[in-house]
């Protein structure tokens, strides 16, 4: 199982961006999705996390971003509005797999896209 993380890039305060991380390989099915930011100097924080019946977002992001999934495609978003200068970063998507019917859920890690916010 790969993770393929895009959608990253430079934007102006106030705007907004689509980050994507499609899954590929043996998938049977996705559990829980999350996506965390790691800034530079900092350590890595948790943006959100959804298992499909709920979804928790990071206080100071609540309103601003959404997790968002494409079970047909095995694909996962972060929708991120009125982007701010601070939430410049690296941005990770973390997501459950489990590879067959029978098998174990297994975490895996995206290669993380960069979102720069800055004028």
């Known amino acids: 199982v790969q993770l393929q993380a895009s959608g990253g890039g430079l934007v102006q305060p106030g705007g907004s961006l689509r980050l994507s991380c499609a899954a590929s390989?043996?998938?049977?099915?996705?559990?829980?999705i999350s996506w965390y930011r790691q800034a530079p100097g900092k350590q890595r924080e948790l943006v959100g996390i959804?298992?499909?019946?709920?979804?928790s977002y990071a206080d100071a992001l609540k309103g601003r971003f959404t997790i968002s999934r494409d079970n047909a495609n095995n694909t996962v978003y972060l929708q991120m509005n009125s982007l701010k200068p601070e939430d410049t970063a690296v941005y990770y998507c973390?997501?459950?797999?489990?590879?067959?019917?029978?098998?174990?859920?297994?975490?895996?890690w995206g290669q993380g896209t960069q979102v720069t916010v800055s004028s």
């Open positions: 390989g043996s998938i049977f099915s996705i559990g829980a």
């Open positions: 973390y997501v459950v797999i489990r590879s067959t019917a029978w098998g174990d859920w297994r975490n895996y």
């Open positions: 959804t298992s499909g019946r709920s979804t």
